[in-house]
């Protein structure tokens, strides 16, 4: 069963673009996660997707915006892009519906380092 | 509101000596508790969790965690750490009903030989 798959592995931007990322859950799986990592703050929650609509949303501005398709693929775009986006933004895929099934545990894809200068 | 305390950015450990990475959590209800592992250059990934029941867990690769309620803590453990486990370690907890989680800031783990 082939896993999480984020596209592409690495992106450099300038300021003022926009960029969109790609994520391929595991067959089967729902929902879909971003998160933001960036050195000594961890990962930061962005945003969640179900079904194609977004369930939950971490506090960011609207310049971040994702969807999702009926296949369960996810985009997410960030645009007018700062230095401050540079981080490595990871993609989550999971099962079931609510984090207290037994089953529920998130995969994550290897992420996606966008640079921006 | 939730938030996740990994207090130890760094910690070095002799290959073969015990471990314990710490993580508090502050929540208002019954937490649901992660600790994942990220090699460099990849994602995270699941090394245990805890929902309810015993609050010793064991998970993957040798690792243990404990839930203790009254200190809001979920530590782990690994009585022999191996060069491979070197790593950076996530503390989580996920918010019941709504597939959202918040992460501590990792604590990455050096091995000596």
């Known amino acids: 069963k082939a896993g999480v798959t984020q596209t592409p592995r690495y992106l450099i931007k300038t300021r003022g673009q926009q960029v969109t990322l790609s994520c391929s859950p595991i067959s089967g799986h729902r929902s879909v996660s971003w998160y933001q990592q960036t050195p000594g703050q961890g990962l930061q929650f962005l945003f969640e997707?179900?079904?194609?609509?977004?369930?939950n949303k971490g506090n960011f501005p609207g310049r971040f915006s994702g969807r999702q398709f009926s296949n369960s693929r996810s985009e997410m775009n960030v645009s007018t892009l700062e230095l401050g986006d540079s981080a490595l933004y990871l993609c989550a895929s999971s099962l079931a519906s609510q984090p207290g099934a037994t089953n529920e545990k998130l995969f994550f894809g290897s992420g996606t380092q966008l640079s921006v200068l | 509101a939730q938030s996740v305390t990994q207090p130890d950015i760094h910690i070095t450990v002799s290959e073969g000596a015990s471990l314990e990475l710490r993580c508090n959590y502050s929540?208002?209800?019954?937490?649901?508790l992660f600790w994942y592992v990220q090699s460099p250059g990849q994602g995270l990934q699941l090394l245990l969790k805890y929902f309810s029941g015993d609050t010793l867990v064991q998970g993957i690769k040798g690792f243990e965690a404990e839930f203790k309620r009254s200190q809001s803590s979920f530590n782990l453990r690994k009585p022999s750490v191996h060069w491979s486990d070197a790593a950076e370690y996530f503390c989580a907890v996920g918010v019941y009903n709504f597939n959202k989680f918040y992460f501590g800031s990792g604590t990455k783990l050096n091995v000596k030989p």
């Open positions: 997707y179900f079904s194609e609509t977004q369930r």
């Open positions: 929540y208002g209800a019954t937490p649901y």
